[in-house]
């Protein structure tokens, strides 16, 4: 069955980076895009990108543009997503999800980054 | 960039209550929309997606409707577990998903 396990929880300084990752299984790894979502506690959900395992091509919402870069490992089956500059408000909870033409069925258990001095 | 808008933002209603939340995009999107319900400390759950095609699995008394800009999501019988936040998404032009509906027990 597909699975994507994600990374434990981080807690960061503001102005650090944090690298989380999504370990895909249960399907041919190539055939479907990964993307991101995050979202701050107690507030919505906040699409922040994907990223096609294929070819890596790469979209990503233009208010994360420079500061995130999405990545994927097709030796490990595993999808990367990395926020540079960090802020208070980048504090959230990060979700990847299996891409299906536009929706996504599958996701991972969430990654709690904490952004804090 | 396509914004969505949901409503009610909040909505208190009882077991076997019918609901009805709507979402309404910025522009057109033809039918590119799926629905998903969250509970609090879990990922989202795809109920519907491409305006009201039922996801596998999901209980029957769940439908969606609509096209262009204005989509609705229909619970025929409000069930216990039913009881969490909804979000619509549109995947017409990237994603963008609607700010949220909880429903609560009245």
């Known amino acids: 069955q597909v699975q994507l396990v994600q990374s434990g929880a981080e807690v960061k300084k503001p102005g650090a980076s944090v690298k989380v990752s999504c370990k895909a299984s249960g399907y041919t790894f190539t055939d479907y895009g990964i993307c991101w979502v995050r979202q701050a506690p107690g507030q919505g959900l906040e699409w922040m990108g994907c990223?096609?395992?294929?070819?890596?091509?790469?979209n990503y919402v233009q208010k994360f543009q420079g500061r995130v870069t999405m990545t994927t490992d097709t030796t490990t089956t595993t999808a990367y997503m990395e926020l540079k500059s960090l802020r208070s408000n980048d504090t959230a909870m990060y979700y990847c999800?299996?891409?299906?033409?536009?929706?996504?069925?599958?996701w991972g258990q969430g990654t709690l980054v904490t952004v804090s001095s | 960039d396509i914004q969505m808008t949901q409503s009610p933002s909040t909505l208190s209603a009882s077991v076997g209550d019918r609901v009805t939340i709507t979402c309404r995009a910025s522009?057109?999107?033809?039918?590119?929309l799926a629905w998903y319900q969250q509970k609090p400390g879990k990922a989202p759950k795809l109920l519907i997606y491409?305006?009201?095609n039922l996801e596998s699995g999901v209980p029957s008394r769940f439908s969606g409707s609509g096209s262009g800009t204005e989509f609705t999501l229909t619970i025929s019988s409000l069930q216990p577990d039913d009881f969490a936040t909804y979000y619509c998404q549109q995947y017409n032009d990237f994603w963008t998903f609607g700010q949220g509906t909880k429903v609560e027990i009245k």
């Open positions: 522009q057109s999107i033809s039918r590119w």
């Open positions: 491409k305006a009201s």
């Open positions: 990223i096609s395992p294929y070819n890596g091509n790469t």
């Open positions: 999800g299996r891409d299906r033409g536009g929706i996504s069925p599958h």
